[in-house]
């Protein structure tokens, strides 16, 4: 056998593995779609007159939605997980974060539970404090957060003390729930020793 067929077949193998690994990787981010999709439901719709923006357009690269409180678990029910290049407004009646190529995301106001920065999000690491994150509950009462890298990181401030008394009632919600699983702990592990 020629060298030039020898090589043409070890290409031909190469491009076959890497085909079959890419169609794994769709199949597994489609089925992950379909386990969420009961949990996640349908998001809500933007309203038809959504007025005068109060804060934005803020730019930035829209780097995903998790299932809260992870980091990590990538929302994969339509598009809603893909990143994008996107503006963040905020309006009388809730957050839209309009996205280029993709479908955009409203988040009504009653929905929001905290907005604050992050150092990462949707498996995508960066610096201190690099990503804005926007907690809030799905009409299928599933808590999300979706994040926004800035273009701008000093308009990051300015959003987070725009909703410091939400923030402040989260952080509280969330030490009380630790609390309460501390003590359950320690109940039982009372229990166990007697």
């Given at each position: ?113 905290a907005v604050r920065t992050e150092n990462g999000l ?34 990051y401030p300015a959003w987070v003390a725009a909703y ?31």
């Open positions: 056998m020629s060298n030039w067929a020898y090589y043409l077949i070890i290409a031909i193998v190469a491009i076959a593995i890497w085909l079959f690994l890419v169609l794994l990787a769709l199949r597994g981010w489609h089925n992950r779609g379909r386990r969420q999709a009961d949990l996640v439901g349908d998001f809500p719709a933007p309203p038809a007159d959504l007025g005068e923006p109060v804060r934005g357009p803020h730019t930035g690269l829209y780097v995903g939605s998790t299932l809260a409180p992870s980091w990590q678990n990538r929302v994969a029910v339509g598009d809603k997980g893909d990143r994008a290049s996107a503006e963040l407004t905020e309006y009388h009646d809730g957050l839209m974060i309009t996205r280029h190529g993709a479908s955009e995301i409203w988040i009504p106001r009653e929905s929001l539970i949707a498996g995508k690491a960066m610096s201190r404090d690099g990503v804005l994150v926007i907690r809030w509950r799905l009409p299928s009462g599933t808590e999300i957060d979706s994040g926004l890298r800035g273009d701008d990181k000093t308009t410091a008394e939400l923030n402040e009632r989260a952080f509280a919600a969330v030490e009380a729930a630790d609390l309460e699983n501390a003590k359950n702990e320690a109940g039982t592990t009372k229990k166990k020793e007697d």
